[in-house]
């Protein structure tokens, strides 16, 4: 049975601020600083965007209505649409309190200082660096109730391409997975390896849900629910960019 963890490596995982820990403990004051001011510009300019946005929910599958009652799940989203994410508890479901993994590089701690401020708790750790932990810390969230957030392909990709640890998720928690699709327009797309979304102000942003999708059931193997997961993610982002006259990418 995994533990929720505790101690030093659980502090530094799960804390709000640049806390100590074998990653972060190379950093110096500068970057320390660099960091905690990033993350708080971007949160500020995150928010100011967001209130010129006009977003709006498809939930065909009644999810939020399901969180709602107390039903809970694990929401994977593309690395590409992490920017617009947030809107899901900003402007569509306020209540919610949701942890989100997190990997263990300077970027993404400056993207965990920046998400906390907008109401989501960052988890550190990845398939590639402190998977265990982060494992560990999102089934503390889901102890505390919170609803847990994933990225498989993050932290570096490939584009598009599901990871196990989300499935090793959903049975660690016993939970099913519900996907996210997201698209704004307009929007810039960057020349990173996800090619991430980036909506102009006064834009239009649409999320959907997807419906629950069972992990476990019908003797499905983790590579058949993997590219299950991989084909709601695609359907559901089609959809979003249909439902405001964009290409899917």
């Known amino acids: 049975m995994l533990s929720a963890g505790s101690g030093r490596d659980a ?3 799960d804390a709000a601020h640049a806390a100590d820990s074998p990653f972060r403990r190379r950093w110096g004051w500068r970057t320390r600083v660099v960091v ?3 993350g708080w510009a971007i949160a500020l300019v995150l928010r100011l965007l ?7 929910c498809l939930d ?5 209505e399901g969180v709602a009652r107390g039903e809970r799940a694990v929401f994977a989203f593309w690395h590409d649409t992490l920017v617009l994410l947030p ?14 993994m997190l990997s263990w590089h300077r970027d993404a701690e400056i993207a965990a200082q920046a998400i906390r401020r907008l109401g989501i708790r960052p988890v550190r750790g990845s398939a590639r660096r402190g998977w265990l932990g982060a494992l560990r810390g999102l089934l503390a969230a889901h102890g505390r109730g919170e609803l847990i957030a994933i990225v498989p392909d ?6 598009h ?3 196990a640890g989300v499935v090793q998720l959903a049975r660690a928690t016993g939970l099913p997975i519900v996907v996210i699709g997201a698209a704004a327009r307009p ?9 991430l979304q980036l909506p102009a102000p006064f834009g239009r942003v649409t999320l959907v849900l997807g419906a629950p999708l069972a992990v476990g059931n019908g003797g499905a193997t983790d590579a058949e629910t993997l590219a299950a997961v991989e084909t709601a993610l695609a359907r559901a982002n089609d959809a979003a960019a249909a439902a405001i006259g964009v290409a899917a990418a």
């Not at 929007?187 to 090619?195: C, E, F, K, N, V």
């Open 87 to 100: 809107l899901m508890v900003t402007a569509v479901y306020p209540r919610a309190r949701v942890a989100v």
């Open 187 to 195: 929007a810039r797309r960057l020349g990173s390896w996800d090619r």
């Open 50 to 56: 967001y209130r010129t946005l006009r977003v709006r």
């Open 161 to 163: 391409h599901a990871q």
């Open 11 to 13: 502090a530094a995982r």
């Open 154 to 159: 993050g932290p570096r990709g490939p584009r």
């Open 60 to 64: 065909p599958a009644g999810v939020l």
């Open 36 to 38: 905690t001011f990033a």
